[in-house]
Nanobody
Framework: QVQLVESGGGLVQAGGSLRLSCLAS????????MAWFRQAPGKEREFIAA????????YSSDSVKGRFTISRDNAENTLYLQMNSLKPEDTAVYYC??????????????????????????WGQGTQVTVSS
């Protein structure tokens, strides 16, 4: 199993930056990919970005391209999300998630498959990000 703990959320003014971290523990060597999602009140969970845990590929939502960057530090078992030029509409609870067993469909089309929340086997508890106008 894998345990995920997010940190780094908080209150920031519009235009500011935050960096979220997600510390993974447990059998991280078997993780295929990790991702960030967010969920605002009354809305569905939204994909932000994903990264292969052992490869070099990353996948991002069009809504955050150019502003948010996903990265990882395998030695530290940590996933990051650098968020710049934050907007009030970025306010949400941000979750990290890990894929343990990737589906055939997602393996064949990771650009779409890794955007689906149900592809992920483990989730963190979430960290609140609030952007004031």
């Amino acid at each position: 199993q894998v345990q995920l703990v997010e940190s780094g959320g908080g209150l920031v003014q519009a235009g500011g930056s935050l960096r979220l971290s997600c510390l993974a523990s447990g059998r991280t060597s078997s993780v295929y990919a990790m991702a960030w999602f967010r969920q605002a009140p009354g809305k569905e969970r939204e994909f932000i970005a994903a990264i292969e845990w052992s490869g070099n590929n990353t996948y991002s939502s069009d809504s955050v391209k150019g502003r948010f960057t996903i990265s990882r530090d395998n030695a530290e078992n940590t996933l990051y999300l650098q968020m710049n030029s934050l907007k009030p509409e970025d306010t949400a609870v941000y979750y990290c998630a890990a894929v343990w067993t990737i589906s055939i469909a997602a393996l064949r089309a990771p650009n779409e498959g890794l955007k689906a929340p149900n592809e992920y086997d483990y989730w963190g508890q979430g960290t609140q990000v609030t952007v004031s106008s």
